[in-house]
């Protein structure tokens, strides 16, 4: 799992990074995914340094777009060094069959972004923190890497097609942090339009996989 | 371990899930679905990618190297300091079966989680949650034990933790996610063939429809700690 440095550096690759490679192995082999498995496994400062470099201006611009109630741009500062001190002590549980290095990293900061929103706005005691949520069962799930690959095809490539009252919503939810309540005050819609329209999107970018969901579907039209 | 399950969270819920906007209490009840349900995590590692998506998608806020160094050398100073010993908690095998989340409450609770008993049939055990939106608690109704029948002043997510209910609409089993909307009147019933547990997130009292209802009062306290 190690990179020539050549490759790390290569910007005709780093403009593709998003999109994962699969290899003859099989493996996942985007360079922001390879580094970070090797910042597990070997404890790679360089590769953390070069993923660091990628990772803390997206990150400071996830931290600045949160609208949540109680949030200040003071805190975006603070979300980056926490997220990216997660990475490295947590990389040796990244799955790259899982999810992609930028999916990975998105999660940690999804959860950090809350847990420090939490913690601000409580002086109780928070038995759980975000990340305990997402705790898999002693039985993982299988995913095969080639299934998980064409779905986050579809997710990048049918997120830039979506209409635009569809996309304003999703916007909102991940990235401004805003509930679907929320959303549906501030744009002035009804919860059930603004529930309509996350799950047309859902359709769109065809999301709705699980055989028990095709019945609602179909019931949904 | 159930993987087929009947009844899951609407797909909405998982959106917000995924993007952690979902209040706590209803993520805990997601969480302790996503235990027992294939189908559901398989669709929010999807889920996920639209949140990395957009993430990705935006524009970079320009940091200049030198602060972007500073930035790391502060990170790596932090990576540098002697570890923290991890929550124990995290360590220890999981032997209750229940989801991740609810042994870590459960486990939060050692000296204070305590079952009272509701009625002949159900007991009750709050959690300390660190919010006050919704009660938290588990309910365990006895084998072939009747709940009092009521509706919901507010909203009422419950997952099966262990063993089978039904109601008037259907049985419900290990890892089944039910919503319950004010207005929604039921009657639970635990299965024949053992007790039956079942976490669950109250937005507001319930209110009882049976006349003699008072008498059941503890049922309708709401008292999130
Ligand atoms: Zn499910």
């Known amino acids: 799992m190690f990179l020539k440095k050549e490759e790390i550096v290569d910007k005709q690759t780093e403009k593709n990074s998003r999109v994962a490679v699969l290899n003859l192995a099989g493996k996942r082999s985007d360079q922001w995914s390879l580094m970070l498995v090797s910042v597990g496994e070997n404890r790679d400062r360089q590769a953390f340094a070069q993923l660091f470099k990628h990772f803390a201006p997206l990150l400071k611009s996830f931290a600045q777009a949160s609208r949540h109630e109680g949030w200040f741009p003071g805190l975006s500062e603070d979300l980056v060094q926490e997220v990216m001190i997660k990475v490295w002590q947590k990389a040796a549980g990244y799955n790259p069959e899982k999810a992609s290095a930028t999916t990975w990293i998105y999660t940690v900061a999804r959860n950090c972004r809350i847990d420090m929103l939490r913690r601000k706005s409580n002086t109780q005691h928070l038995p759980l923190e975000n990340e305990d949520f997402w705790h898999e069962p002693d039985e993982e799930t299988p995913v095969t890497l080639l299934r998980q690959k064409r779905s986050e095809e579809k997710v990048q490539a049918s997120l830039a097609q979506l209409p635009k009252e569809q996309d304003e919503i999703l916007r909102k939810v991940y990235l401004e942090g805003k509930s679907h309540a929320e959303a549906s005050n501030e744009l002035g819609l009804p919860l059930g339009t603004v529930k309509s329209r996350v799950r047309l999107a859902l359709q769109k970018m065809q999301i709705l996989v699980a055989p028990e969901f095709q019945d609602e579907l179909l019931n949904d039209h | ?225």
């Open chain 2, 1 to 225: 371990m159930t993987t087929k399950l009947n009844y899951h969270p609407d797909k909405a819920m998982l959106v917000e899930f995924s993007a952690g906007t979902l209040e706590t209490a209803p993520s805990i009840c997601i969480s302790a679905h996503l235990h027992f349900c294939e189908a559901c995590r398989t669709e929010l590692l999807s889920l996920n990618e639209i949140g990395a998506q957009l993430m990705s998608e935006a524009t970079p806020v320009p940091v200049d190297d030198a602060a972007l160094e500073s930035a790391l050398d502060a990170v790596m100073a932090v990576i540098d300091q002697p570890q923290r010993v991890e929550t124990a908690v995290k360590d220890q095998p999981n032997k209750s079966g229940f989801p991740f989340s609810i042994s870590k409450l459960i486990a939060n609770a050692e000296s204070t989680l305590t079952w009272k008993r509701l009625t002949s049939s159900v007991d009750i055990a709050q959690f300390k949650t660190g919010q006050k939106a919704f009660e938290v608690a588990l309910h365990k109704i006895c084998a072939g034990g009747k709940t009092p029948k009521h509706d919901h002043n507010g909203v009422e997510y419950t997952v099966v933790l262990k063993g089978s209910f039904s109601d008037e609409r259907a049985v419900y089993k290990e890892g089944d996610f039910l919503m319950r909307q004010p207005g929604d009147v039921h009657q639970p019933m635990g299965a024949q063939n053992g007790e039956c547990i079942c976490l669950s997130a109250l937005a507001a009292p319930i209110k009882l429809s049976n006349p003699l209802g008072f008498l059941m009062r503890p049922w309708l306290r709401i008292n999130p700690m």
